[in-house]
Nanobody, 121 residues
Framework: QVQLVESGGGLVQAGGSLRVSCAASGSIFSINAMGWYRQAPGKQREMVATITSGGSTNYADSVKGRFTISRDNAKNTVYLQMNSLKPEDTAVYYC???????????????WGKGTLVTVSS
């Protein structure tokens, strides 16, 4: 019954900025790590950025210095601020989170359905 819903995708010109959001809802006891992944047509899905419950972040080399991941625990939401966008950033961006619905049950990994980000030249 847990759902992840992404929003904020769209069309932007190279050099522009965009912020995508992902809100978790449903039966949530805790949210551990959260992250953003992306997949371009014909390519493998790749990690873009992750953030742990303690706030530790990790970025793909291709986006380091341009993207910033953050989370709002009160809103069960994770964000990805994307600056200096390049055409090669064009992809469907997926939200990922490890969520526990009970302290007695193992946390499970969830995926959103994705939001499309298109960067034009």
């Amino acid at each position: 019954q847990v759902q992840l819903v992404e929003s904020g995708g769209g069309l932007v010109q190279a050099g522009g900025s965009l912020r995508v959001s992902c809100a978790a809802s449903g039966s949530i006891f805790s949210i551990n790590a959260m992250g953003w992944y992306r997949q371009a047509p014909g390519k493998q899905r790749e990690m873009v950025a992750t953030i742990t419950s303690g706030g530790s972040t990790n970025y793909a080399d291709s986006v380091k210095g341009r993207f910033t991941i953050s989370r709002d625990n009160a809103k069960n939401t994770v964000y990805l601020q994307m600056n200096s966008l390049k055409p090669e950033d064009t992809a469907v961006y997926y939200c990922n989170a490890k969520i526990g619905s009970s302290p007695l049950y193992s946390a499970m990994n969830y995926w959103g359905k994705g939001t499309l980000v298109t960067v034009s030249s």
